[in-house]
């Protein structure tokens, strides 16, 4: 069982910055895809970016590439999301996620989820 505690949200303003974080419980940690997901009230679940176990290959959501940067500290078993350039449609409750050995799937398929932190951008 891997345990998630993300941490890092907020409230900023149109343009700011934040750094989420998401510690893992489990040692094996480097053996799963990594991701954020997001979800903003009366909207469905939408992955964000993911990173892979092995090479550390990223993928983004067309809305996020060139704002958002995700990393993964595979010794410290701690994944990030670093958000630049925010807006206030980056709204949303943030999740990490981890998915055993492969990326990719619907967010139904992932394997296990913190409880989420709160992302408020305001105009």
């Known amino acids: 069982q891997v345990q998630l505690v993300e941490s890092g949200g907020g409230s900023v303003q149109a343009g700011g910055s934040l750094r989420l974080s998401c510690a893992a419980s489990?040692?094996?940690?480097?053996?799963?895809?990594m991701g954020w997901f997001r979800q903003a009230p009366g909207k469905e679940r939408e992955e964000v970016a993911t990173?892979?176990?092995?090479?550390?290959?990223?993928t983004y959501a067309d809305s996020v590439k060139g704002r958002f940067t995700i990393s993964r500290d595979n010794a410290k078993n701690t994944l990030y999301l670093q958000m630049d350039s925010l807006k206030p449609e980056d709204t949303a409750m943030y999740y990490c996620a981890a998915r055993t050995l492969l990326c990719g799937g619907t967010w139904e398929q992932w394997h296990y989820w913190g409880q989420g932190t709160q992302v408020t951008v305001s105009p």
């Open positions: 990173i892979s176990r092995g090479d550390g290959t990223t």
């Open positions: 489990r040692y094996t940690y480097s053996n799963y895809c």
